[in-house]
């Protein structure tokens, strides 16, 4: 089982704050270090029954992974979700290949979703009923744009279209990168499975739809041609949570974990990180 860690920047986003975060987090053992998104907020903006402030602040996560990057080590770096359909995936194969390149290797943890706030999709100028396809089609780019040469590719779709085009840099060391799929529906668990590297649900899903969605993904993964036991399993957990805990996620096929402090003063996190380590033999 792996270990992750998630970044809040509820009450603000400082420099010192992450860096001394991010660090800790490399110190303690952690395997990655994630960030979510959002493009916009509005008023009356909702999450199911949560609506969300419009002022949080929602900085943009690649940014800041790249800004942590620079100041660790080995500490992978992850997105939980960062939202595909509103981002270009000619603009986003080379700026996560930057980042991959400047980090030698660690932006792995990539997880992409659709979102689910219509006003956000009208404000990228995205069709909000389209956005599954659009993130299909954005999936493929980004992999032909990373595993094409100096001959170039092309491509064309019902949102994306090129002709001999080259992107460059590529990837550090490997043809492409990761490309994990969240979300809490059967279509991200058919999507995970079709076009993803791993699937991370979220959402207030119950055990057993956990376990059906699961299932849908190594099945569609199968049903493409590839080979289900290769997709990871990724899964928010708590940052109390017991060694017992554990192994029933792994027992589900869970290959690793995301959590998050539950305080917001940052002592009070290193030290619930320090014990989450401590606990699971992290370091």
Known sequence: MRFAI????????DPDRLVTFARHAEDCGFEGLYLPEHIVLYPGAAIGPYEIPPTLPYPDPLDCLGFVAAATRRLLLGTAV???????PVVLAKRLATIDVLSRGRMRLL?????????????AGVDFGTRGRR?????????????GAEKGVGYHGE???????????KPYGVTHLPIHVGGSSRAAARRAGRRGDGYFPG??????ERAVQWELARTAAAEAGRDPDALEYTRWGSIDMSPERVEVYAAQGVTRIV???????PERQRDEMSAFAERFALR
Not at 6 to 13: H, I
Not at 82 to 88: G, K, Q, W
């Open 6 to 13: 998630a970044y809040s920047t509820a009450d603000g986003l």
């Open 82 to 88: 960062l939202l595909l359909p509103y981002h270009h």
């Open 111 to 123: 997880t992409v979703g659709l979102g689910t706030l219509p006003g956000e999709a009208e404000a």
């Open 135 to 147: 993130a299909d089609e954005a999936i493929d780019v980004l992999r032909l744009l990373w595993e």
């Open 159 to 169: 949102f994306f279209g090129f002709d001999d085009v080259c992107s460059y840099p």
């Open 203 to 208: 959402g207030a899903l119950t055990p057993q």
């Open 259 to 265: 959590v998050s402090p539950s305080s917001t003063e």
